[in-house]
């Protein structure tokens, strides 16, 4: 079976790398990738929104499967077009039509929804330009720290966490008046700050069946102690050591089987990745967001621990019988560490040759903003590599992935150094 997946970053490398390893797969395609994608797929030129060269690309190169990485493409509603085009239908697509996408979409829908099934999330309201001034009472009312979330997409990072009430205010002005966040801020959700401890959860779901696969944590800001600003991700650790069995069951029973019988009875059909962001309050689990996608660089940890063939499970989802399968997952713990470029999330250059790649092939190193210049491979985006390892706790993984990191550079080369420093 011809694949194809959607993508350029780690996550995609990490799906083709995985996918690679199954039996099933014939050839294997990613577009647009990178310099890692290449090294077990073949670059296509065709970017994630251009959904006519994509189609051409699947009708040229006899794909049958379609893997979707990120939530772009989706909530542009990539799957209906695949559904509403005769040449098309048959091919599976792993990834939400547009409806369910709205989920990571619109943060407003997603806590309507969440409302709606009594999924438990933060108390919030929603306002634009229109009620700015009920925003601004809104928040005199509320206890600080004030959360601020830009309702669409903003590449993570369009949520703000402030302190004081006037600055507060300001930014919410910014966001509604001067589209801080462009169109994504349009409209802002204010919600309760929740004390805690965050973790990722990963679900697969055909729609009606669904695996829990593992979970992970991630640390997004760019500064040692989860300092500083935010970012796509600095580093991950699977599975989380916080999580007991009975606190499973409470994320299984208040929150994934009720957000996939919510689906259904919202009819909206659901084929791939339901990521709920959590956290844990007290000893209770709460929904902070949800995407309906793989995290980045949390699929680095995932992926790599479930022995599954991946394909396998893809034409489970595809097919309606994911509940003919068994998830089998490697207990060793999994982490990764990303290696960024200077100034990053801020302003940073690109094509810095990157060294230290020879030599490491037995090692699990995914590509995240690279790209192949001739014999050269340099840098192309602020997220540059995920070096992931596995050990038998948690330290052990984290002290091989420095190790390997320290055998790599770039100009400007900088990563956090102390990723699971609360675990």
């Known amino acids: 079976m011809n694949v194809l997946v959607i993508g350029a970053g780690g996550r995609e490398h990490t799906l083709c790398w995985k996918l690679k390893q199954s039996p099933r797969c014939g050839r294997l395609f990613a577009a647009p990738g990178n310099a890692g994608t290449a090294k ?3 670059n296509l030129p065709v970017g994630v929104n251009d ?10 190169n006899e794909i049958k499967l379609v893997i979707v990485g990120p939530e772009e493409p989706l909530v542009n509603g990539i799957h209906d077009f695949f559904i509403n085009d005769t040449a098309l239908a048959k091919v599976g697509v792993i990834g939400p039509q547009k409806k369910a996408a709205t989920l990571e979409g619109s943060k407003a829908f997603a806590k309507a929804f969440m409302s709606r099934h009594n999924i438990p999330t933060a108390a919030y309201d929603e306002f634009t330009a229109e009620n700015l001034k009920e925003g601004e009472a809104f928040l005199t009312q509320s206890n600080p720290p004030y959360v601020l979330k830009a309702d669409g997409l903003a590449a993570g990072k369009g949520v703000l966490i402030i302190h004081d009430l006037e600055e507060a ?15 994504a801020s349009s409209k802002v959700v204010i919600e309760e700050f929740l004390p805690g401890i965050e973790l990722s959860c990963f679900v697969l779901t055909d729609g009606s069946s669904y695996l829990t696969l593992p979970m992970a944590k991630d640390y997004k800001r760019i500064g040692e102690g989860d300092t500083g600003l935010n970012t796509g991700g600095m580093g991950a650790v699977s599975p989380v050591p916080f ?12 929150i994934i089987k009720p957000t996939i019988e919510g689906l259904q009875k919202d009819g909206m059909p659901f084929k791939g990745f339901v990521f ?4 844990k309050v007290g000893e209770e689990p709460k929904v902070i967001e949800y995407n309906v996608r793989l995290g980045d660089p949390e699929t680095e940890v995932v992926l790599p621990r479930i022995k599954n063939d991946l394909l396998t499970l893809f034409q489970a989802v595809h097919e309606e019988k994911l509940d003919e399968i068994s998830l089998e997952v490697d207990p060793s713990f999994a ?8 100034g990053y999330p801020e302003a940073y250059e690109k094509e810095k040759i990157i060294y230290g790649l020879e030599g490491q092939q037995d090692k699990m190193i995914f590509h995240a903003g690279t790209t192949q210049q ?9 997220r540059v590599l995920a070096v992931t390892s596995f050990g038998i706790k948690h330290q052990e993984a984290l002290k091989d992935c420095y190790e390997t990191l320290s055998k790599i550079n770039f100009e400007g080369i900088n990563y956090r150094k102390d990723i699971g420093f609360d675990l």
């Open 276 to 279: 709920i962001g959590l956290i």
């Open 243 to 254: 999580v007991t069995e009975v606190f499973k069951e409470k994320i299984e029973r208040q």
């Open 374 to 382: 001739e014999e050269e491979i340099k840098t192309s985006g602020g």
């Open 40 to 42: 077990c797929a073949t």
């Open 51 to 60: 959904f006519e060269g994509i189609k051409k690309a699947v009708i040229a």
């Open 335 to 342: 982490a990764t560490i990303v290696a960024t470029s200077g």
């Open 169 to 183: 205010k300001k930014e919410l002005r910014e966001m509604l008046l001067e589209q801080k966040f462009g169109k």
